[in-house]
């Protein structure tokens, strides 16, 4: 009989962003079983939002995660929307899919630069991060935040898009095409990226639909389930776009899936702009008096896949019950098919196929001096302080042996 | 009504086992089922008319405990939630994971947090709180007065 050894990933781990537990049982250098456990980031949201007024959900759901923190306010707003009967107006629901899309391209760029970090292949994390960078300008330039939008709200959403904004949301756009083609081209080209993720933590359709897994991680099983034309909500009946599938279920197809979709968020937001551009500026809102007694069933289509938001309401202040089922719930589930067979070095890209939900939230703070409301370090300033301290720490030899 | 005729053509195949059907609006519908009769039509919903399951609401309410099993039919952007009430003293049910593993975690999720019995479930271990929550307290579940 063969004996096993456990190797552990997490609770805490330089892999892991978030603290959770990978029990692999191996064999040699063969997984032969994994084991989960989680439980160490529970928060009690949806107990919390029982607690909550309607307009503060908001503000809850969007803290769930930090990456896709629109798509869950997106599928509250459908659901609380839907127990209220509102239609909310046509330059609201492109500000809102523009955000959502925007978040989509955003997260893409996040997991393409983790998934080369986690290959080896640092080159690949460092570009896709510098280009994510300006589309977090464009978010602060949007909403006012780089991540936690505050954007949306029963009936409509908070701030307009107004239009002398719109010229540089589209320069920015174009440039990133520029960006796209060339990490594409070099994702998709490279023999070492095929060598490592091709054939590598297959996932085949009859697995996805057993685990009823949603997302890039569906579609690149062939399972083409998309929320945004299945169940069309916001703008997204609105505009011309595809689904992208791909059939190999291995992580190659599911970088692949993720990267070709970033054009299509794209081409969205450019529809969007558009409609922008036919509409009123201003027109964001629509009055909701009360949320009557009901049930609402909110979905929306984040960069992960599928959010589920179920809301009863008793016609009070704050809902009776809030479910939420966030799609890595069910896609981490898969990694029992996905990793059993891999090697070690294999099943760490595999895990990190599905795009487990981590927070990570980085931002530029400003500061301002209380008394005068001067602002003391603006980004330039926040660089050079950076560099200076660690002149300093450098020139006092922490970190050296 | 494109809803309204799936939704019929189910609760007839099932007619006894329908207590109640409510149909939210397009696309969304609620049907409350016998609690005995839910895995078979929960067999024929993803064996036979391709649904998928998204995941289970619990609610702890005056008339019992409460689920809700929700599928989505991807192909009509259908969302069909099946409803059950349980007995407020004994929850129990029997388990979907021997079906589709995807009710597996929440299955265990709702065990651990409302106490509701999955009969047959393959691995009825705690998701949540392993070893750190005393044994037998729920914290979802709801005082009445």
Not at chain 1, 151 to 166: A, L
Not at chain 2, 137 to 145: G, I, N, S, T
Request: charged share 25%.
């Amino acid at each position: 009989m063969s004996r096993k050894t456990l190797i552990p990933i997490g609770p805490y781990h330089p892999l892991q962003e978030e603290p959770e537990l990978f029990k692999l049982f191996c064999d040699g250098e063969i997984v032969k079983d994994i084991k989960w456990e989680t439980g160490y980031n529970h928060r009690g949201i949806e107990k919390l939002s029982e607690s909550k007024s309607y307009d503060q959900v908001f503000f809850l759901v969007e803290r769930i995660c930090g990456i896709c923190s629109t798509s869950h306010p997106f599928a509250f707003a459908n659901a609380v929307e839907e127990i209220a009967g509102v239609e909310i107006t046509d330059r609201a629901k492109y500000i809102r899919s523009i955000i959502g899309e925007l978040e989509r391209i955003h997260s893409h760029l996040l997991w393409v630069g983790l998934a080369g970090h986690f290959l080896g292949y640092n080159t690949v994390f460092m570009w896709a991060w510098k280009y994510r960078e300006p589309i977090l300008d464009l978010f602060e330039m949007i909403t006012g935040n780089r991540n936690s939008y505050a954007m949306f709200r029963v009936g409509g959403v908070r701030r307009d898009i107004e239009s002398f904004k719109i010229p540089r949301i589209r320069e920015i756009l174009s440039d990133l095409h520029k960006k796209l083609d060339l990490l594409t081209g070099a994702v998709m080209d490279d023999p070492v990226i095929h060598s490592r993720t091709k054939g590598v933590g297959v996932l085949t359709r009859q697995d996805v639909i057993d685990y009823a897994a949603v997302g890039p991680t569906a579609r690149a099983s062939g399972v083409a389930i998309d929320i945004r034309k299945d169940d069309p909500y916001a703008a997204y009946p609105l505009v011309n776009w595809k689904v992208i599938t791909a059939q190999e279920g291995d992580v190659f197809a599911k970088a692949q899936v993720r990267l070709l979709e970033m054009y299509e968020s794209a081409s969205i937001i450019e529809q969007c702009l558009q409609g922008l551009e036919k509409t009123k500026e201003g027109d964001v809102n629509v009055k909701v008096n009360e949320i009557p007694e009901g049930v609402g069933t909110g979905r929306a289509e984040a960069p992960r896949g599928e959010v589920f938001h179920f809301v009863v309401s008793d016609g009070s202040n704050s809902p009776a019950r809030h479910k939420i089922r966030a799609p890595s719930y069910v896609n981490i589930a898969t990694f029992k098919k996905a990793c059993i067979g891999q090697t070690i070095a294999d099943a760490t890209i595999s895990l990190a196929a599905v795009d487990p939900c981590y927070c990570c939230t980085e931002r530029m703070a400003a500061a301002y001096d209380i008394s005068s409301g001067e602002r003391i370090f603006n980004g330039t300033e926040l660089i050079e302080h950076s560099l200076r301290r660690t002149a300093e720490l450098r020139k006092s030899g922490a970190g050296h042996e | 009504m494109e809803t309204d005729i799936i939704i019929n053509k189910l609760t007839e195949k099932f007619s006894s086992d329908t207590v109640e059907i409510r149909l939210v609006k397009e696309r969304r519908a609620i049907v409350t089922v016998n609690p005995a009769a839910l895995p078979a039509i929960a067999s024929h919903l993803y064996l036979n008319e391709g649904y998928r399951f998204i995941i289970a609401s619990a609610l702890h309410t005056r008339r019992g405990f409460e689920i809700y099993y929700h599928f989505s039919l991807d192909s009509k952007g259908l969302v069909l939630s099946l409803h059950v009430i349980l007995d407020a003293e004994k929850p129990r049910i029997e388990s979907l994971s021997n079906m589709f593993s995807a009710s597996n975690w929440i299955e265990r999720e709702m065990h651990e947090l409302f106490g509701i019995d999955f009969m047959h479930h393959p691995n009825q271990e705690k998701l949540l709180s392993e070893g750190n929550w005393a044994e037998g307290v729920y914290p979802y579940r709801k005082e009445f007065k």
